[in-house]
């Protein structure tokens, strides 16, 4: 089954991923470099039901790019502009150097080949545009347990009961490899933090039967019982998702960094 395949037939069409609009504190949070950018890419759109109506609301041209027809049909219906992801090698049928801004968030984890979407991302924006990308974060606490007690990795499964094999990551990063990836795609002054509301309580996920306690804590527990400022403190570890922002090189900077590859060859 090949990538665009799987998402028409499986991924989107099953209604499990219909998901919720972003709450605009988190948007603001989460999105805030590109706002009022006069063009933003969107990499991996999907339906545009998460951020896509406040980022259209935020920017002066905004257009989506999926793998997948029924997301991209179904993202049009709503009146967004979308081209169509290359299923092969991750290319968007856009020119060089359009883009002043980009977000790719919740996609790389899904891909086989994220270094190349990157790269095509960094390909499309201006000189001097900025990358809003987000991913799950491997060395979040409550992972790490589990793949120190148990030696699993958090596959989020859709159905567990049924299937506890099929889950729809393929990808881990942790801050050290979100950062390595942007880095090998041509990035600079990549910065790394928290996004999402993180939890010590999660951390009893790990330790099977216990995990109900994770449940009661979330449940019935008020905000600050959570210590979520420790993901902003050490998002290595405390930060259930990562939010990096990275930038393209200025033509000064890329010019800059040619000449010291040459005189250090």
């Not at 049909?73 to 150097?97: C, F, I, W």
């Not at 299937?163 to 942790?174: A, E, L, N, P, T």
């Not at 490899?177 to 790394?192: C, E, P, Q, Y």
Request: proline share 6%; aromatic share 12%; charged share 20%.
């Amino acid at each position: 089954m090949g990538t665009e395949t799987f998402y028409d037939q499986d991924y989107w069409r099953n209604g499990k991923h219909a998901g919720m609009e972003m709450p605009a504190s988190m948007f603001r949070r989460v999105m805030a470099p590109l706002i009022a950018r006069e063009t933003v890419l969107d990499y991996g759109c999907g339906f545009g039901h998460s951020y896509q109506r406040q980022l259209v609301g935020a920017v002066k041209r905004y257009v989506g790019a999926d793998v997948s027809s029924m997301a991209i049909e179904n993202a049009r219906h709503k009146g967004l502009e979308v081209v169509p992801v290359d299923p092969v090698n991750g290319t968007v049928p856009l020119p060089s150097s359009t883009f002043d801004g980009a977000v790719c968030s919740e996609v790389f984890e899904h891909l086989f080949d994220p270094l190349s979407a990157a790269r095509e991302i960094h390909r499309v924006l201006k000189p001097g545009g900025v990358l809003v990308a987000t991913v799950p974060n491997f060395g979040y606490h409550t992972w790490r347990l589990l793949a120190f007690l148990r030696a699993q990795v958090p596959l989020e499964p859709e159905d567990p009961k049924r299937d506890r094999y099929r889950g729809v990551h393929i990808r881990f990063f942790s801050k050290l490899i979100l950062k390595r990836l942007l880095r090998d795609a041509g990035f600079v002054n990549i910065k790394i933090g928290s996004f999402d509301n993180a939890s010590v309580w999660d951390v009893f996920m790990a330790m099977g039967h216990f995990g109900r306690i994770t449940s009661f804590a979330h449940r019935h527990f008020p905000a600050f019982l959570h210590l979520r400022f420790l993901q902003d403190v050490w998002p290595n570890v405390f930060a259930l998702r990562l939010r990096a922002v990275a930038w393209k090189p200025t033509t000064t900077e890329a010019e800059k960094s040619a000449r010291n590859v040459q005189d250090q060859a």
